[in-house]
C-alpha cells in the first residue's frame, strides 16, 4: 500500500489474506479473498484492498488444469486394434485388458 501507514490492521489484514489464500489451496483470487475474510473472520475487507495485498505479499490465484483425455484417432502402426471397441465377450479369457489410473501428484500426473 503506497500511501498507507502499516499498523496492526494492515498486519493483521495481510495474515488473513494468507491464510484464507492457504485455505483454498493457493486457487482463491481477490474477490474471493476478500469473501472469506468477511465472512469467516468478520473483517470487512474489498476486492480491491485484497488485490493489493495479495500483491504485496506476492501470492497468486493458480487454477490447476482438468486431466484431459486424448482419443486416438489412427490405429498403431505395429500394434492393430484387434478388439475395435468390442468389449462384450461371450468365452472367458477370450479378451483381456487393463487400465491406467492417472493420479496427481501436485507436480504432474503419475501414471500406474
Keep these: 500500500m503506497k500511501n498507507a501507514v502499516l499498523d496492526g490492521g494492515w498486519a493483521i489484514k495481510r495474515s488473513l489474506v494468507k491464510e484464507a489464500w492457504n485455505l483454498s489451496g493457493g486457487s482463491a483470487g ?3 479473498i476478500a469473501t472469506i475474510v468477511t465472512t469467516q473472520y468478520g473483517v470487512k475487507m474489498s476486492c480491491y484492498i485484497a488485490s493489493n495485498l495479495m500483491k504485496e505479499i506476492e501470492i497468486t490465484s493458480c487454477q490447476h488444469v482438468k ?3 486424448k482419443h486416438g484417432a ?3 502402426v505395429t500394434i492393430p486394434n484387434l478388439l475395435n471397441r468390442q468389449f462384450a465377450v461371450t468365452v472367458p479369457n477370450q479378451v483381456w485388458c487393463g487400465d491406467v489410473t492417472y493420479i496427481w501428484t501436485g507436480k504432474w500426473w503419475a501414471y500406474c
Design 67 to 69: 486431466h484431459r483425455y
Design 30 to 32: 481477490a474477490r474471493t
Design 74 to 76: 489412427k490405429e498403431h
